[in-house]
Antibody, heavy 120, light 106 residues
Framework: QVQLQESGPGLVKPSETLSLTCTVSGGSIRGLSYYWGWIRQPPGKGLELVGTIFHSGSTYYNPSLRSRVSISVDTSKNQVSLKLASVTAADTAMYYC????????????WGQGAKVTVSS | EIVMTQSPATLSVSPGERATLSCRAS??????LAWYQQKPGQAPRLLIY???SRATGVPARFSGSGSGTEFTLTISSLQSEDFAVYYC????????FGQGTKLEIK
């Protein structure tokens, strides 16, 4: 059974870079039937896709974040990483890592989430 | 960008009754529509994909319908564990989520 676990600093200063890692266990990150995504949820608000990445390294980013976001995979560690540069208070959110089921492009397995607060 | 609009924002229903949640897309998404359930303090859980197919382990009381721009999630007989926030998501063009419907106990 695949499990996802997000990790990273819970507090980031304004203008700095948010960095999170998602460790995948119980399955290979290279599986051809799946790819990976990051979704965020500001406090008390709805869900927003940050971006997705295929095992090949091909990425797709939310246009509103494209200039600041980078997602990568480390197949040797079975990890997916997220970097978001020049953060502001508006980036304060719970950040979820999720597996995307390739046939239907739906998020079928989610991590528990990593709460990130942007504050000085 | 495809905008997903859910209604109502909050739905109050008694246990054992039927709940009907709506989701509308700003343009056709065919049947590329999913529903997720989120309980407080938890990650979302996939319920429905392809507008009407239940995900693994989802009880039969959950059903989805619709195509194009109008979709419905029906919970036939509400159990205590079903009170949560429900999100629709289109994956026809990129991905976008609705703002959610909170299903609360009446």
């Amino acid at each position: 059974q695949v499990q996802l676990q997000e990790s990273g600093p819970g507090l980031v200063k304004p203008s700095e870079t948010l960095s999170l890692t998602c460790t995948v266990s119980g399955g290979s990150i290279r599986g051809l039937s799946y790819y990976w995504g990051w979704i965020r949820q500001p406090p008390g608000k709805g869900l927003e896709l940050v971006g997705t990445i295929f095992h090949s390294g091909s990425t797709y980013y939310n246009p509103s974040l494209r200039s600041r976001v980078s997602i990568s995979v480390d197949t040797s560690k079975n990890q997916v990483s997220l970097k978001l540069a020049s953060v502001t208070a508006a980036d304060t959110a719970m950040y979820y890592c999720a597996r995307v089921e390739g046939r239907h492009d739906v998020f079928d397995v989610w991590g528990q989430g990593a709460k990130v607060t942007v504050s000085s | 960008e495809i905008v997903m609009t859910q209604s109502p924002a909050t739905l109050s229903v008694s246990p054992g009754e039927r709940a009907t949640l709506s989701c509308r897309a700003s343009q056709s998404v065919s049947s590329n529509l999913a529903w997720y359930q989120q309980k407080p303090g938890q990650a979302p859980r996939l319920l429905i994909y392809g507008a009407s197919s239940r995900a693994t382990g989802v009880p039969a009381r959950f059903s989805g319908s619709g195509s194009g721009t109008e979709f419905t999630l029906t919970i036939s007989s509400l159990q205590s564990e079903d009170f949560a926030v429900y999100y629709c998501q289109q994956y026809n063009k990129w991905y976008s989520f609705g703002q959610g419907t909170k299903l609360e106990i009446k």
